[in-house]
């Protein structure tokens, strides 16, 4: 196979329109494994191919990018560093995206290397054309350099070449072109901060971090919501969160929730404030967050009675967040006839609501109930119980009537309803005291989506996995439970399968 790759080359250096060839060359490097192909290039020059990136024939660039592509990927980076930096500088001022994006990918996996990222870090221009692919047009382009450059911050030399030298003021340079490109920069801070407090500290001396911190009280509003975005991403990471608890983040962020009431443009802003503490009720404590920031706890339930389907949609995605932790439940439960209220409001979503409204409150409504057996004390299983019962003066009837309409979604999100309750003593006591539930169940022929088959198996595991179902379901049922089990998702039986032959 090496022999036939260089004679490729070969007849591709001596061919005036290559397109043929490299279309050749392509379909064989594709034939090989890339852990053989190490083997078979192995002493190669692709002066040719990259020679041939200087052309005004879009098929001929995006052939040889392709064949680049595929061939630098089974090359150590330390070889295609050594071998091809003038060629990469070059791809990054490429008039072709797709060549941008080829050089960027390799600048990327060479820094990741740590025996070949010096290199790269002795070279000045190629990282300060790097960044300067952030403020391309083209977002796919932008977003490369952001993952490429981010890998910066895997070492300290990295860390120091980008916030330590005059590459801070390229960086500060490029922020100034527009918002847009203000915001990628951003996300480039962001993303290296969240490696490690060490990163983190780099980005906060720089002032970028503050700059952006900035910009959650700035008068442009659409700019407010990209800033609590960058920040929610900030706080993923304990030191992000810690960091921003010291700036008063928390408070400030808490504030603006209070003071939406009197924004007109707060319907722009406030899911993602919501979303924030959401993210971090369910990353730190829902109790302390929801009782050191209690306007975020009431600006939930608020949200869920809302006539906006926007801020209703972030209400339930957060209700089922806080409530997939046992911490949540009681947090909310505590809460009386105002979560009550929320609850009801969540089962009439789930019943007659817009088809998104209903499949995000049977998704809520499913997190909410779901109790792993460690967890199952009296008090935990008393209250998802009494959960349930509010949903409807017949709850198991409401859920079932959802899960027989002729949408797959709505079906499968019925479905994740009884499997939260499938686990719990007091669900599997409803579902054989139910008329016709167990047949319901075991019924193969309705749900013919893989999604619904999928959803109605992992109803079954979860009957068939519990420690108190053979007891409580009964012999007969149990064991119908553990044969649809054993035979997995998508059995058929025989006669099923000659009866529906029969009817064709």
Sequence with gaps: MAASIDSLLEEIAGVEDPVEELQSLKTALLAIPVSVLKDS????????????????????????????ERILMAMSPVHVVQNYRAELQGGLTHPNDTVKILALAQIGRVVEDPDAVTEILNNHDVLQAAIRCI???????????????????????????????DLLQVMKDVMATSDIIRYRIYELVVEISSVSPISLGYCANS????????????DDVLVRVTAVEMVTTLAQSQHGRQYLA???????????????????FSSLYLPGLVKFFGNLAIMDSPQQVCETYPAFQ????????DPDPVMISVALDTLGLLGSNVEGKQVLQKTGEKFKAVLSKMSQLASSGPTELRVRSLDAISQLLSLQPEQQTEDLLALTASWFHLLSSQPMDMIRNISTQPFP??????????????????GQKLMINTPGFMEFILDRSTGQTKEAKDAKFELI??????????????????????????????YVSAVAAVSTEGAD
């Design 41 to 68: 290039i192995r002493g190669q020059r692709l002066d040719v191919i990259f020679s041939l990136l200087n052309s005004s024939d879009r098929t001929q660039v995006e052939l040889c990018v392709d064949i680049l």
């Design 135 to 165: 403020g391309e047009e083209k977002i796919a382009v932008a977003k490369q350099a952001i993952q490429s450059l981010s890998k910066l911050s895997h070492s300290k030399p990295g860390l120091d070449k980008l916030f330590q030298t």
């Design 207 to 218: 002032g970028l971090i503050s700059q952006l911190l900035s910009e959650l009280t700035g």
């Design 246 to 264: 010291q700036q008063g983040i928390m408070d400030k962020i808490s504030n603006m929730i209070r003071g939406a009431e009197t924004d007109p």
């Design 298 to 305: 009431n600006k939930v339930f608020e949200m869920a009675l």
């Design 409 to 426: 979604e709505l079906h499968c999100g019925a479905l994740r309803i009884f499997t939260a309750i499938a686990t719990q003593p007091w």
């Design 461 to 490: 595991g979860a009957l068939a996995g519990s420690s108190t179902a053979a007891e409580i379901l009964g012999s007969q049922h149990y064991i119908r439970v553990k044969t649809y089990l054993r035979e997995g998702p998508y």
